[in-house]
């Protein structure tokens, strides 16, 4: 759980579904995560890593629309998980929307992932948990880093002639 020097954390994040039955089979049975007592007719809680974060499957009263604001949850798991994890949903005949894949980062880390789709169609990125520890260490140079690269890339002068020829 955050402790007040990482306030920052993320603990949870609520889901939309459309069918309720449907997703806790999935995100219980399929995923493994861990099915909360708190379950009623339009709610359902799963726990991941010893209860450190939770995922909340809302039942929506209207048509899931994930519109322009489609987003990815990720995961992280045991980079030798990631291949059984996907033979199991092509044995079952679910849904990937990106097949085992080591992405390439130059001078850092590579990192596997598999991306999943519930029955919402929310994509589920499971990244290898070693690439990705390796890749989210703190940077003492990020700031400045990221600060030097939006001086760079010039976006204050795409502004000003986007605002001008409206």
């Not at 806790?24 to 799963?46: D, G, H, I, M, R």
């Not at 998980?81 to 085992?100: G, H, N, V």
Request: proline content about 4%; hydrophobic content about 35%.
């Amino acid at each position: 759980m955050p402790n007040d020097k990482d306030s920052s954390v993320v603990i949870g994040v609520s889901l939309f579904c459309s069918n309720i039955e449907n997703s806790v089979n999935y995100w219980s049975n399929v995923l493994k995560s861990k099915l909360e007592p708190n379950q009623t007719e339009t709610n359902a809680s799963f726990s991941f890593d010893q209860s450190q974060f939770r995922l909340n499957i809302v039942l929506s009263a209207e048509k899931i629309n994930h519109a322009q604001a489609f987003g990815r949850i990720a995961f992280s798991c045991p980079t030798d998980q990631l291949q059984p994890l996907q033979a199991e949903m092509d044995k079952l005949k679910l849904t990937i929307l990106t097949r085992f894949i080591e992405l390439k980062t130059p001078g850092k880390a590579d990192v596997c992932v598999v991306i999943l789709a519930d029955p919402d169609g929310h994509e589920i990125c499971w990244v290898g948990d070693e690439g990705f520890r390796e890749l989210s260490r703190f940077d003492p140079q990020a700031r400045g880093l990221l600060d030097q690269a939006i001086l760079n890339d010039k976006s204050d002068e795409w502004h000003e002639k986007k605002n001008n020829k409206i």
